[in-house]
């Protein structure tokens, strides 16, 4: 009876410190919970907060870029002729007449200086007689073309006949875009005048697309369509990385992957452009190759990103410098090279008479060679 009073007492008493440490535990839990749910919704405040500060950011940076945007619209008169059927039927002879009628183009451009400095794309305005541009707040004015590139697919235009003050972009230094980093594209999108897209950088250097001569593309996912050809791409800090200039398509809209000329080639074209009236392509004499496995092999080479010298012009600028054959250029001024169109581009945005510093592999050994850039020789013949 005892043994079986003391067994009572003792489940009994299991029971009570049974139940303390379940009220201790469940109490633990609701403690932890309500740290938990405190510490999300600090979390929750600082996600928001950071959320808004962005907006904020591309807010401001349609505010300070809004000004500065044109939409390009072209005339241009074209001869076509005609022809009636039923002329011939009823007469049984019928005459083909030539009637003219005009054409036009739209596409986007921005302001580069106060007095009235345009870039748009070349093809946006190619063979056009007359060529306007529009701010957004509806203003209009007819432009003169002061030259193109059609190797980089830049224009320059200029308005004229005004005594207004224009409010100019800055260009950043597209050298120092990094892949992830915020793009925004800005135009006038199948007409849609003042819109604004925003993605990221999501490669650059890229080149053999078969688009222009000289390539060396800032790739973005920002929504770029059919108008938004010269409009520029911005950062986040409202300055010029590129100007968009193509998409890879197959229905014509955006998938995701737009093209935009980096700025560094766009004002050494738009600089040449407003002191000859034409582009001084820079030139140092050598015949590239893209690397392939039996060139990496054969030279015994570590990695892909290269372009291979096959031949050196005699007299050029390379051929002075000290440059040879079976040489692989890696990287132009520090920065690295992966095939021969990056290459070019990379040189298209030095100027005439500048001097570059080219690292390169030579028997596997790395050596720096410094060139002296000079004019291509079909512009020195002209």
Not at 276 to 287: R, T
Request: with cysteine.
């Amino acid at each position: 009876m005892k043994k079986a009073k003391l067994f009572t007492l003792c489940m009994l008493l299991s029971i009570i410190i049974s139940c303390g440490i379940e009220k201790k535990e469940n109490n633990s839990e609701n403690n932890n919970q309500e740290k938990s749910q405190a510490v999300s919704q600090e979390e929750l405040k600082k996600y928001t907060k950071n959320a808004v500060e962005t907006q904020d950011a591309f807010v401001q940076v349609h505010k300070n870029t809004k000004d500065s945007i044109v939409n390009i619209r072209t005339k241009k008169t074209v001869v076509v002729s005609s022809y009636n059927p039923l002329e011939e039927l009823l007469f049984g002879n019928s005459r083909n007449r030539q009637q003219r009628r005009e054409s036009g183009s739209l596409g986007s451009g921005f302001v580069i200086s106060k007095d009235g400095y345009i870039i748009t794309n070349n093809h946006v305005i190619d063979g056009a007689d007359e060529i306007y541009v529009k701010f957004s707040d509806g203003r209009e004015y007819l432009t003169k073309l002061i030259g193109t590139s059609p190797e980089v697919d830049i224009a320059v235009l200029k308005i004229e006949g005004t005594n207004e003050t224009f409010k100019p972009l800055e260009f950043s230094d597209s050298d120092n875009i990094e892949i992830g980093q915020w793009s925004i594209a800005f135009g006038n999108p199948l007409g849609l005048n003042d819109s604004m897209t925003v993605g990221i950088v999501s490669a650059s250097g890229r080149s053999s697309l078969g688009i222009e001569e000289i390539e060396n593309f800032i790739q973005t996912d920002a929504a770029i369509n059919q108008g938004n050809s010269g409009g520029p791409l911005i950062d986040i800090t409202g300055r010029v990385i590129g100007v968009n200039t193509a998409i890879y398509s197959s229905n014509g809209g955006s998938v995701g992957l737009g093209f935009a000329i980096p700025s560094n080639l766009v004002v050494a074209v738009k600089d040449s452009l407003i002191a000859n009236g034409k582009f001084e392509k820079p030139y140092i004499g050598v015949y590239l190759e893209n690397l392939d496995s039996d060139k990496i092999k054969k030279l015994n080479l570590k990695s892909t990103n290269g372009v291979f010298i096959s031949r050196v012009v005699a007299n050029s600028p390379a051929s002075k410098a000290g440059l040879q054959a079976n040489d692989v250029v890696i990287a132009v001024n520090n920065k690295n090279v992966s095939s021969a169109g990056a290459f070019i581009g990379e040189l298209a945005a030095k100027k005439v008479g500048q001097q570059v510093t080219l690292k390169i592999i030579r028997n596997t050994r790395n050596i720096d060679i410094n060139v002296t850039l000079d004019k291509t020789p079909n512009i020195q013949q002209r």
